[in-house]
Nanobody, 123 residues
Framework: QLQLVESVGGLVQAGGSLRLSCAAS????????MGWFRQAPGKEREFVAA??????YYADSVKGRFTISRDAATGTLYLQMKSLKPEDTAVYYC??????????????????WGQGTQVTVSS
């Protein structure tokens, strides 16, 4: 099973930036679509972004502010977050899975998950 380990998150003021990373090991990184999800207290886990080969997908709430990328050589997934808002505060999870013809935004499509990392955006 692919093992995923996320970097430490952080505390950022509104309008600031933060970059998350996720290191993969124990499997064939290039065989998976990779995604980022987040979960705020009392909320459902929601889709943030995903990358399938070189094609990125974003939730409407983060489009234009977040950028997902992957480095196959090092087996690392990244999420560059800019113009952060207090509503971006959540635990962020990286995940590996397989997309369908309908897209990559359903958490049920992902079988392997990182441990989660806290991102807090203050107003």
């Amino acid at each position: 099973q692919l093992q995923l380990v996320e970097s430490v998150g952080g505390l950022v003021q509104a309008g600031g930036s933060l970059r998350l990373s996720c290191a993969a090991s124990g499997g064939t990184f290039s065989s998976y679509a990779m995604g980022w999800f987040r979960q705020a207290p009392g909320k459902e886990r929601e889709f943030v972004a995903a990358i399938r080969w070189i094609n990125p997908y974003y939730a409407d709430s983060v489009k234009g502010r977040f950028t997902i990328s992957r480095d196959a050589a090092t087996g690392t997934l990244y999420l560059q977050m800019k113009s952060l808002k207090p509503e971006d505060t959540a635990v962020y999870y990286c995940a590996a899975g397989y997309c369908s013809a309908y897209g990559c935004s359903d958490l049920r499509q992902y079988a392997n998950w990182g441990q989660g990392t806290q991102v807090t955006v203050s107003s």
